[in-house]
């Protein structure tokens, strides 16, 4: 079992709808939620970050946490075809400096 | 207020050769933490310097290794290239009271 799970994808969905990426993890001692997008051929850019239950809005993004199902997400209202990219999860543990990371899911919006 | 900066961007080494790369840390960071990334993976952590000394190590060998400078710039040097080591090399730079980290651009490293 992998530490952080995330399906490859790719999500494509329509100009203007919402896109839900998931994201699991294995280690219940996890502590810090993070979400990176990454461009093709680009670096990872910090978008989000979530360490309480619940919910944490930021513009059109929404991150979502529940540490009892071991879930983390990230819902984009307002798709636009910019939001294609790769969405990465991130969770750091107690007691760890070190991000460990999902393969990442690829999300495609159709103009 | 800069940004994570890394150089080179681009570099190809012939197997068995050593490499240097380097990170200067975004503005007020004081940590600094490398990552190597395979194509169509996430990241995986190599080792992480705070205050000049290696805090946390991943699961790579001693062939890489590390080295942070007072000014909280840092160097990742990789000894006896393998074809395997081509990838995506990321530099994060954070301030050592928080968790975010923040990504340069990447050096892209191809052994031939």
């Known amino acids: 079992q992998k530490e952080v799970e995330q399906n490859s994808g790719p999500l494509s969905v329509p100009e203007g709808a919402i896109a839900s990426l998931n994201c699991t993890y294995s280690?219940?001692?996890?502590?810090?939620f993070f979400w990176y997008r990454q461009y093709s051929g680009k670096s990872p850019e910090l978008i989000m970050f979530?360490?309480?239950?619940g919910d944490k809005e930021d513009g059109r993004f929404t991150a979502q946490l529940n540490k009892a199902s071991q879930y983390v997400s990230l819902l984009i209202r307002d798709s636009q075809p910019s939001d294609s990219a790769t969405y990465l999860c991130a969770v750091s543990q107690d007691s760890s400096y070190k991000l460990i990371f999902g393969s990442g899911t690829r999300l495609l919006v159709r103009p | 207020d800069a940004g994570v900066t890394q150089s080179p961007t681009h570099l190809i080494k012939t197997r068995g050769q050593q490499v240097t790369l380097r990170c200067s840390p975004k503005s007020g960071h004081d940590t600094v933490s490398w990552y190597q990334q395979a194509l169509g993976q996430g990241p995986q952590f190599i080792f992480q310097?705070?205050?000049?000394?290696?805090?946390q190590r991943g699961n790579f060998p001693d062939r890489f290794s590390g080295h942070q400078f007072p000014n909280y710039s840092s160097e990742l040097n990789v000894n006896a290239l393998l074809l395997g080591d081509s990838a995506l090399y990321l530099c994060?730079?954070?301030?050592?009271?928080?968790?975010?980290?923040?990504f340069g651009p990447g050096t892209r490293l191809t052994v031939t």
């Open positions: 310097y705070y205050e000049e000394e290696e805090r």
């Open positions: 280690d219940r001692g996890s502590q810090s």
């Open positions: 994060a730079s954070s301030w050592t009271g928080e968790d975010e980290q923040y």
């Open positions: 979530i360490y309480s239950n």
